[in-house]
């Protein structure tokens, strides 16, 4: 195959060092030179440059993978299509769907939404590894050329799951989107606390329960902030309930109904388990 | 040092196979008669019994530590009196200390609430292991006896930390008991979504980020219950400072508030860092 990968970051790059070591022919652009540089150096990519019409590889591209910003993927899909035309296939690998997958199949016909449930807690194209994907899963989304989607991911070792763009906004809402805003809250919440002694207090004897709790929300800002700009509809009605659940917790506290909170606790207990990733 | 232990659970035990390693003499008392067969075996005791009147080496105790669940420290404190008398101390290991100190202290004149904070996932006196409490931070509060109760657990490897029980109820309130909260109501709250297929999509999707951010809320029912109830002064006020951050956070997404969502996000992100045990 030859991939095309827009954006070298942690994604893009991880992606083209495993597509390569397959022997796939992988083009790659980055608006930075000194990224297509590092990109080379590191066998992410076959050529790179900082833009379209600076490549010489371009014809005949059998997929084109977004690997941008949230907010850049239908700009750039745009961006593509005085260069590209079906066959050739459009994806991405943004963690929301609603906002881009109608819009970008209205700016072009071969074009499948993704997103490879992967990473880790570096970012660009220095963190760049290889395996970065197997064992993990890939949602996709219905669109013509999906089977050349999932044989890409399936290549890099993930196992692919298709739903719709919306029942995968709500998921994600819940699983991630929604846990980053608790875990931010949390950190910001000590901060509120009135006596500073208390407050050093709690930064001295914070121990494992504390860093688990709070890592998420510890993470990337503008990525927590682009997450729920684009998925703001699901992550609202998300918050909401768990807004509800904290309310009865609250309730329970204030009126010492112990056997109440007891049950709920036990609940979760059990709940937990019922996540593949917890088991 | 001859050291007694109520209670031969999780901390219990490995506490005395610690002080067992240093050369101190260590007796128990545990209900149940299969467990003290088992703290023999595990060389967590030199001697143990179901009840104090069965153990021939209770004479001239230094410290009796009391294990017990939190409800029952100072029922068992009142149950030591009659056996022990000052220069022995005692002392406990529960996470609150506001509802132990002062009645313990009333019964007991040499009584010093102190707090371990070291455990693992494990329960019980199987679950014991040496080196628990190496390099972490043990909570004392001031009594008759603090340099002999800061010995022992020196002795064990851990850094001693003085301050008031209602400093120490607060603080654990924010790194602890509340993280419990707010971990099992995520749980809790996906388990409220309406669609079974998102349901299961969700449990199917989860990672890293799910798993560490409801791994505290997935624990101990019994113990998070009662955490709750005996600090649940302390607990409510941060709960409501949460709830509170929680709202500005939902406000901020109703009215498109992307930029005052990005500095909370760089604010949690950098604070964090702020905490010992996130750098």
């Not at 763009?165 to 809250?185: C, F, G, K, N, R």
């Not at 494992?208 to 992550?235: C, H, I, K, W």
Request: glycine share 8%; charged share 15%; proline share 6%.
């Amino acid at each position: 195959m030859k991939v095309g990968i827009i954006g070298l970051g942690l994604i893009g790059g991880s992606l083209g060092i495993d597509l390569r070591r397959l022997g796939h022919y992988v083009w790659g652009v980055s608006r930075n030179p000194a990224t297509c540089a590092t990109a080379l150096t590191l066998g992410a990519v076959d050529e790179a440059a900082p833009h379209l019409d600076h490549l010489t590889s371009l014809p005949n591209t059998d997929i084109v993978v977004v690997c941008t910003p949230i907010a850049q993927v239908v700009e750039t899909v745009r961006q593509l299509t005085p260069w590209v035309a079906p066959p050739t296939v459009i994806t991405d690998v943004a963690s929301v769907k609603g906002a881009i997958v109608p819009p970008a199949q209205a700016i072009y016909d071969h074009f499948v939404g993704g997103h490879p449930m992967a990473g880790t807690a570096g970012q660009g194209i220095t963190s760049a590894q290889p395996d970065l994907f197997r064992g993990r899963v890939c949602v996709l989304c219905e669109g013509k050329g999906l089977a050349q989607v999932q044989y890409l991911w399936e290549q890099v070792g993930m196992t692919t799951l298709i739903c719709s763009p919306t029942d995968h906004d709500q998921a994600v809402a819940w699983i991630s989107h929604l846990p980053v805003l608790l875990s931010a809250s949390l950190i910001n919440s000590v901060h509120q606390e009135p006596d500073p002694h208390i407050q050093a207090l709690a930064h001295r004897l914070a121990s494992t329960g504390f860093r688990d709790t709070s890592r998420v929300g510890g993470g990337n800002p503008e990525l927590g902030q682009l997450m729920a700009e684009y998925n703001r509809t699901a992550l609202l009605s998300a918050l909401s309930i768990y807004q509800q659940e904290l309310a009865r917790v609250r309730d329970w506290l204030v009126q010492h109904q112990w056997a109440e909170l007891r049950a709920f606790l036990h609940h979760a207990h059990h709940d937990r388990q019922q996540f593949d990733s917890c088991r």
